[in-house]
């Protein structure tokens, strides 16, 4: 085997760089006494008096720890969330830096699985409680680290770290590592505040935590060497030429709207592009003016409080210039019709006139405004809300795709066509689905957001599913962008207000009740995109709810011969992590099977990037910070990985999107090329995956069984 360093298929172990040291380590067998309990970080205390901590003896063998015992009810609390934070000195004071890490061994028994959401590690910037009433604390040196039930089922269902036993039941471990942020300075203080999960009773329970310390890299340690990148983009085989839809593969894109210069890096290497921002909702500056005449006296919300703005604020000319490109070669995914966040002030105040509180339904239905509601707050009918809904994406979808010019539109500006569209975008709350599906596997409709302008359209009706927000999304995504089957039917139906309602009809979207002139032959594909699909819970909810919106969609009067969601988008944000590619190939092999059904058309990874954190090989890196060889690696193996899936599973997959043609994507992760726009290994990995693993064998060991799992043909969900 080769080990020159420029390689990029070839290269032996370079070394563990330096080792961590510790720093500060907390004693809690002779000075357990300095801690505190102390206010959470954001002014959130657990209501009940019963919320504590105490020292404990050990278990399980691995030294003192700290047991915290929570009690919160979010009925009682008025509130969804709640928290407990305990506070010790750090005596003398240390400087932390983004070199610093504050680790510590969290236990966690299942009976808590989606209890709890995160811990907060943080100082105040003196000596004192540091608040500032309801706005928070002086001290802005924290760092976030999730504690979800995705890393526990990783854990359970495929390669735990260490289980044990303790009071009957099963026990996980977790090493917790926070990375303090750059402008972290003196710290005089640790907290460290537990969250618990979204509208989550806790009535004693409890986790452990131990080995509390903070850590840095030794100086006098041997660093890894720097990767170094040495072709440019232009010096390599384009990614298109390897993977496309005339070779039996798929589509392969990035980001970015507007002019495409095929020797420019988007231009060179992808093919189809989505924009990251400018098709979400709030493109959708103002209420339409029906809506707001309906309610004269309602003060609805602006952006930047500008009531004189235009309705509309479309990107026409960013992606009329990615049509006119190459020639027509390059293609346009659009993102998004509906989403929780970056929907306009306006539309965030809208609410259901009946559903009112946070658990609502006596069968646990979950109801949210979401963390970007603005008030003041307007209840509407179930008519109003769905008439805003078709109006929106009736609008956006027929701007675009037709030539008429009451969207907007003109023959001499011609079709924009869109290959693809995301219409609901991350609709599964982040975390109900690991309780629910625990007794009801079949389960999806008490799993949703239930986001307040969305479910608006539902309100108490949540029982029939073709009442469901999420059904009549898409239903009206069909409509708006027919095929000849949809066109007929509509027309056939149009005097029958059980098949087309009146508020279809009030806006001027047919004429005389035809939708002949928006017929199209290739309607954009409609996705329902989502992240952390890869966990199993999350997966089964999404896959419910796809089998059972298309199934019912088949007996629909307007029926028009597809699949009502026709493409699950699966998020590639993802971490180098030594089982999150058999994770995603058993989500890919669970969609095979519904498309296999007839149930559903394509899957695609919307959103791909690899973030390299701390436990993985080569330690944290954040994007675009120049990589040591092991990290390079690490991310690429990862990358490698991820291609042989899409690989085994090609004729299933329509398209993916790397999130960033070159440099940083989102969350500071790593992408195929680098900061000055050189392949990486990334690249290499993505371009002959099975070379790329054998000549990194040095990585097998962390990357357990991943290969072999991704390659057993017999067990492809393995």
């Given at each position: 085997?080769?080990?020159?360093?420029?390689?990029p298929?070839?290269?032996?172990?370079p070394?563990?760089?330096?080792?961590?040291?510790s720093?500060?380590k907390?004693?809690?067998?002779?000075?357990?006494?300095?801690?505190?309990?102390?206010?959470?970080?954001?002014?959130r205390?657990?209501p009940?008096?019963?919320?504590?901590?105490?020292?404990?003896?050990?278990?399980?063998?691995?030294?003192?720890?700290?047991?915290?015992?929570?009690?919160?009810d979010?009925?009682?609390?008025?509130?969804?969330?709640?928290?407990?934070?305990?506070?010790?000195p750090?005596?003398?004071?240390?400087?932390?830096?983004?070199?610093?890490f504050?680790?510590?061994d969290?236990?966690?028994?299942?009976?808590?699985i989606?209890?709890?959401?995160?811990?907060?590690?943080?100082?105040?910037s003196?000596?004192?409680e540091?608040?500032q009433?309801?706005?928070?604390?002086?001290?802005?040196?924290?760092?976030?680290?999730?504690?979800?039930?995705?890393?526990?089922?990783?854990?359970g269902?495929?390669?735990?770290?260490?289980?044990?036993?303790?009071?009957?039941?099963?026990?996980?471990?977790?090493?917790?590592?926070?990375?303090?942020?750059?402008?972290?300075?003196?710290?005089?203080y640790l907290n460290?505040?537990?969250?618990?999960?979204?509208?989550?009773?806790?009535?004693?329970?409890y986790?452990?935590?131990?080995?509390i310390?903070?850590?840095?890299?030794?100086?006098?340690?041997?660093?890894?060497?720097?990767?170094?990148?040495?072709?440019?983009?232009?010096?390599?085989?384009?990614?298109?030429?390897?993977?496309?839809?005339?070779?039996?593969?798929?589509?392969?894109?990035?980001i970015?709207?507007?002019?495409?210069?095929?020797?420019?890096i988007?231009g060179?290497?992808?093919e189809?592009?989505?924009?990251?921002?400018?098709?979400?909702?709030e493109?959708?500056?103002?209420?339409?003016?029906?809506?707001?005449?309906?309610f004269?006296?309602?003060?609805?919300?602006?952006?930047?409080?500008?009531?004189?703005?235009?309705?509309?604020?479309?990107?026409?000319?960013a992606?009329?210039?990615v049509?006119d490109?190459?020639?027509?070669?390059y293609?346009?995914h659009?993102h998004?019709?509906?989403?929780?966040?970056?929907?306009?002030?306006?539309?965030?105040?809208?609410?259901?006139?009946?559903?009112?509180?946070m658990?609502?339904?006596?069968?646990?239905l979950?109801f949210t405004?979401?963390?970007?509601?603005?008030?003041?707050?307007?209840?509407?009918?179930?008519?109003?809300?769905?008439?805003?809904y078709f109006?929106?994406?009736?609008?956006v979808l027929?701007?675009?795709?037709?030539?008429?010019?009451?969207y907007?539109?003109s023959?001499?500006?011609?079709?924009?066509?869109?290959?693809?569209?995301?219409?609901?975008?991350?609709?599964?709350?982040?975390?109900?689905?690991?309780t629910?599906?625990?007794?009801?596997?079949?389960?999806?409709?008490?799993?949703?957001r239930?986001?307040?302008?969305?479910?608006?359209?539902?309100?108490?009706?949540i029982?029939?599913?073709?009442?469901?927000?999420?059904?009549?999304?898409?239903?009206?995504a069909?409509?708006?962008?027919?095929n000849?089957?949809?066109?007929?039917?509509?027309?056939?139906?149009?005097?029958?207000?059980?098949?087309i309602?009146?508020?279809?009809?009030?806006?001027?979207h047919?004429?005389?009740?035809?939708?002949?002139?928006?017929?199209?032959?290739?309607?954009?594909?409609?996705?329902?995109?989502?992240y952390?699909i890869?966990?199993?819970?999350?997966?089964?909810?999404?896959?419910?709810?796809?089998?059972?919106?298309?199934?019912?969609?088949?007996?629909?009067p307007?029926?028009?011969?597809?699949?009502?969601?026709?493409?699950?988008?699966?998020q590639?944000?993802?971490?180098?992590?030594?089982?999150?590619?058999?994770?995603?190939?058993?989500?890919?092999?669970?969609?095979?099977?519904?498309?296999?059904?007839?149930?559903l058309?394509?899957?695609?990874?919307?959103?791909?990037?690899?973030r390299?954190?701390?436990?993985?090989?080569?330690?944290?890196?954040?994007?675009?910070?120049?990589?040591?060889?092991?990290?390079?690696?690490?991310?690429?193996?990862?990358?490698?990985l991820?291609?042989?899936?899409?690989?085994?599973?090609?004729?299933?997959?329509?398209?993916?999107?790397?999130?960033?043609?070159?440099?940083?994507?989102?969350?500071?992760?790593?992408?195929?090329?680098?900061?000055?726009?050189?392949?990486?290994?990334?690249?290499?990995?993505?371009?002959?995956?099975?070379?790329?693993?054998?000549?990194?064998?040095y990585?097998?060991?962390?990357?357990?069984?991943?290969?072999?799992?991704?390659?057993?043909?017999?067990?492809?969900?393995?």
């Open positions: 085997m080769s080990t020159q360093a420029n390689d298929y070839f290269r032996e172990d070394g563990s760089g330096r080792d961590r040291l720093v500060y907390f004693d809690l067998d002779n000075n357990f006494s300095v801690w505190k309990a102390w206010r959470t970080s954001d002014g205390v657990l009940n008096a019963n919320s504590g901590f105490e020292l404990i003896n050990d278990p399980f063998d691995v030294g003192s720890l700290i047991m915290i015992t929570s009690y919160f979010p009925s009682i609390a008025g509130k969804a969330f709640g928290g407990f934070g305990i506070r010790a750090i005596d003398p004071a240390l400087v932390l830096d983004n070199q610093t504050v680790e510590f969290l236990f966690y028994p299942k009976s808590a989606g209890k709890y959401m995160r811990f907060e590690i943080w100082s105040t003196s000596g004192g540091g608040f009433g309801e706005a928070g604390y002086v001290g802005t040196n924290k760092a976030q680290v999730y504690i979800r039930t995705s890393d526990i089922e990783s854990l269902q495929i390669k735990p770290e260490w289980i044990g036993y303790h009071d009957g039941e099963t026990w996980y471990k977790k090493t917790i590592s926070a990375v303090t942020p750059v402008s972290s300075g003196t710290w005089e460290i505040d537990l969250h618990t999960e979204t509208g989550t009773k806790l009535d004693g329970d986790l452990l935590i131990g080995n310390q903070i850590t840095k890299g030794d100086p006098k340690g041997k660093p890894i060497p720097d990767v170094v990148n040495s072709k440019s983009y232009l010096d390599v085989e384009p990614l298109r030429n390897r993977y496309n839809l005339e070779n039996g593969h798929y589509l392969v894109g990035t970015g709207a507007g002019d495409v210069d095929p020797k420019s988007r060179c290497h992808f189809i592009f989505a924009d990251r921002n400018n098709l979400k909702p493109c959708h500056l103002k209420p339409p003016k029906w809506l707001i005449e309906d004269p006296k309602f003060n609805f919300r602006y952006e930047n409080d500008n009531s004189d703005c235009n309705e509309w604020n479309l990107p026409t000319e992606y009329r210039k049509r490109a190459g020639n027509g070669k293609k346009l659009g998004c019709l509906a989403w929780i966040n970056q929907s306009p002030p306006w539309m965030r105040q809208l609410q259901p006139e009946t559903v009112t509180s658990q609502w339904n006596p069968n646990g979950y405004g979401g963390s970007n509601a603005v008030g003041p707050y307007l209840k509407i009918g179930k008519k109003t809300a769905r008439r805003i109006n929106h994406i009736l609008y027929r701007h675009f795709m037709t030539t008429d010019p009451r907007g539109s023959k001499e500006r011609g079709i924009i066509p869109f290959h693809s569209f995301d219409v609901v975008n991350v609709e599964i709350h982040e975390s109900r689905h690991s629910i599906t625990k007794d009801h596997p079949n389960e999806w409709k008490t799993a949703l239930h986001v307040s302008w969305l479910m608006a359209m539902t309100d108490n009706d029982d029939d599913i073709r009442q469901n927000y999420m059904y009549l999304l898409y239903k009206y069909h409509i708006a962008v027919p000849a089957q949809m066109a007929e039917k509509y027309k056939a139906g149009y005097n029958d207000p059980e098949i309602p009146d508020y279809m009809k009030l806006d001027n047919d004429d005389s009740g035809s939708i002949d002139a928006y017929i199209n032959e290739n309607p954009p594909i409609l996705v329902y995109n989502d952390e890869n966990v199993w819970s999350k997966m089964k909810v999404a896959y419910n709810m796809i089998k059972e919106l298309n199934t019912a969609w088949r007996s629909d307007l029926y028009d011969g597809r699949n009502l969601v026709e493409c699950i988008g699966i590639g944000h993802t971490t180098v992590n030594p089982t999150i590619a058999s994770q995603n190939q058993r989500a890919v092999a669970l969609f095979a099977d519904l498309i296999e059904e007839g149930l058309n394509s899957i695609c990874y919307s959103e791909v990037d690899v390299q954190p701390d436990g993985a090989p080569g330690g944290e890196a954040l994007a675009p910070s120049i990589l040591n060889q092991k990290q390079a690696d690490s991310i690429a193996y990862q990358y490698a991820f291609f042989k899936i899409l690989n085994k599973y090609k004729k299933y997959i329509d398209h993916i999107i790397i999130w960033s043609p070159y440099g940083s994507s989102w969350m500071d992760s790593y992408v195929l090329f680098d900061h000055e726009k050189m392949a990486n290994q990334a690249y290499y990995a993505a371009i002959d995956p099975d070379k790329f693993i054998k000549g990194h064998s990585l097998d060991k962390y990357f357990e069984g991943e290969y072999e799992r991704l390659n057993d043909e017999n067990n492809p969900s393995a």
